[in-house]
């Protein structure tokens, strides 16, 4: 099973960017989609956006639909999301997932261990 890291979350301003990172390492990483989730405190883990496998394909929440950017680089075995126009509800722990391109975070078996972004106002 591949490992997954993300990274380049932080603290950031309302109307600021980030772009976070999902390092893979391990098995094939072009077979697959990769997903990012989010997680607030005393929420359910929700849909952020998804990539297909030859990362042709990007699908997003509506929340972030025009805001947020998914991309996949199969060479690097890596997928970043560009998050721009933050918003402090945008605040969560945001986890990678590598698996079938469900929009249900129940459908993967293989999760990063998460990068915090916290959005001021």
């Known amino acids: 099973q591949a490992q997954l890291v993300e990274s380049g979350g932080g603290l950031v301003q309302a109307g600021g960017s980030l772009t976070l990172s999902c390092a893979a390492s391990?098995?094939?990483?072009?077979?697959?989609?990769v997903a990012w989730f989010r997680q607030a405190p005393g929420k359910e883990r929700e849909f952020v956006a998804v990539?297909?496998?030859?990362?042709?394909?990007?699908y997003y929440a509506n929340f972030v639909k025009g805001r947020f950017t998914i991309s996949k680089d199969n060479a690097k075995k890596m997928v970043y999301l560009q998050m721009n126009t933050l918003k402090p509800e945008d605040t969560a722990v945001y986890y990678c997932?590598?698996?079938?391109?469900?929009?249900?975070?129940?459908?993967?078996?293989?999760w990063g261990q998460g990068t915090q972004v916290t959005v001021s106002s």
């Open positions: 990539i297909s496998n030859t990362g042709n394909s990007g």
């Open positions: 997932a590598e698996g079938t391109g469900s929009y249900y975070a129940y459908e993967y078996n293989n």
């Open positions: 391990g098995r094939t990483f072009s077979n697959y989609a």
